[in-house]
């Protein structure tokens, strides 16, 4: 998605996979188009822009089609700024739960359970 060249998307630097956890480095872009709106003095990816890209990531690369029919225990636990840096976390917990967390080394940004009612593929 982009808005007069700007992006809505986070930039894609690696991904891997181990076992049944997805992991994702990735950048948030220098010319997100949320900015300045959010916020005009201290830029923020908004929170419902994080929970987009989660659902975004779980869908591309973990082929559910479906939306969750429920999010639980969501936390925006540290503002996620210009240029950052971070790794979404995503693990296949069972046939109807996937928990996310995006995050740089210790630092947690967001976090949160996504509840299907069909069994994931």
Avoid: C, N, Y
């Avoid at 181990?18 to 300045?36: C, K, N, Q, T, Y």
């Amino acid at each position: 998605m982009t808005e007069a060249g700007r992006t809505l998307q986070p930039e894609l630097l690696a991904a891997r996979r181990i076992g049944s956890r997805h992991e994702f480095d990735l950048r948030v872009p220098a010319d997100l188009a949320v900015w300045p709106g959010h916020f005009p003095e201290f830029f923020v990816v908004p929170g419902v822009l994080q929970v987009d890209w989660v659902l975004r990531f779980a869908g591309a690369k973990l082929g559910l089609a479906a939306a969750p029919s429920r999010i639980e225990g969501l936390k925006f636990k540290t503002p996620l700024r210009p240029q950052q840096r971070f790794t979404l976390h995503l693990e296949i917990v069972s046939a109807q739960l996937v928990t996310f967390q995006l995050s740089e080394l210790a630092e947690v940004f967001s976090l949160g359970r996504l509840h299907f009612d069909g069994a994931l593929p």
